[in-house]
């Protein structure tokens, strides 16, 4: 089972990433999936998630009405849209996927690997 983000970049404060994170080797379709992200010398912590069905979304208030997630479950993937991004966004951002109260606290077995998001001041 593999999640794997992609979509990170180096972008000026105030523009714009989409971060994707595709599943492969079994199906999340009845699973929340969310993001997480962590800055250099401070704790990974919650950003967004989703449920299976995409109705419910979940968002930190740091980054509520300028992020959105969203799914697509025929193609197993999971987005993050990223807009009026600031420099205190900077932080390698993760992706996770499972049961809605174990995305939720960050405690699933299933992560990607990371993508670094960087904004420029």
């Known amino acids: 089972v593999q999640l794997q983000a992609s979509g990170g970049g180096l972008v000026q404060a105030g523009g714009s990433l989409r971060l994707s994170c595709a599943a492969s080797?079994?199906?999340?379709?009845?699973?929340?999936m969310g993001w997480f992200r962590q800055a250099p010398g401070k704790e990974r912590e919650f950003v967004a998630a989703?449920?299976?069905?995409?109705?419910?979304?979940n968002y930190a208030d740091s980054v509520k009405g300028r992020f959105t997630i969203s799914r697509d479950n025929a193609k197993n993937t999971v987005y993050l849209q990223m807009n009026s991004l600031k420099p205190e966004d900077t932080a390698v951002y993760y992706c996770?996927?499972?049961?809605?109260?174990?995305?939720?606290?960050?405690?699933?077995?299933?992560w990607g690997q990371g993508t670094q998001v960087t904004v420029s001041s």
């Open positions: 996770t996927a499972g049961q809605p109260s174990r995305v939720r606290n960050g405690a699933s077995s299933y």
């Open positions: 080797g079994r199906t999340f379709s009845r699973d929340d």
């Open positions: 989703i449920s299976w069905e995409g109705v419910r979304t």
